[in-house]
């Protein structure tokens, strides 16, 4: 069977969600200037005009707590992760041998 294209329906009639973005990737774009300016989106004009003020002023700290979690995300995909992916190495090969199915679904829902 082929996967529906883009825009295309499920096969129960529902519209297919767009992939969800990596934390990563949310994180590096949170980044932006223009991210930020648009946190005041949707508020009456006047009280946009000064949110957008007071973002404007905590930007530098803003910048500076999301490399903060860069740092510690990477630090954990460095550190943490590679661990675990050795500890659980066992249940994902028992796993592949005795259920194929259960195991290929799995790596699919990533």
Excluded: H
């Amino acid at each position: 069977m082929t996967e529906p294209a883009s825009g295309a329906e499920a096969e129960d009639g529902e519209p297919l969600a767009a992939p969800k973005p990596s934390t990563w990737r949310t994180l590096v774009n949170a980044l932006s200037p223009k991210t930020v300016w648009a946190m005041a989106d949707g508020y009456p004009v006047v009280l946009k005009q000064f949110i957008q003020f007071c973002l404007i002023i905590i930007y530098p700290g803003w910048v500076l707590g999301i490399l903060g979690c860069l740092a510690v995300y990477g630090l954990f995909y460095v550190t943490v992760y590679p661990v675990l992916w050795v500890l659980f190495w066992p249940m994902r090969a028992w796993m592949k041998k005795n259920r194929p199915e259960e195991y290929a679904q799995s790596q699919r829902k990533k």
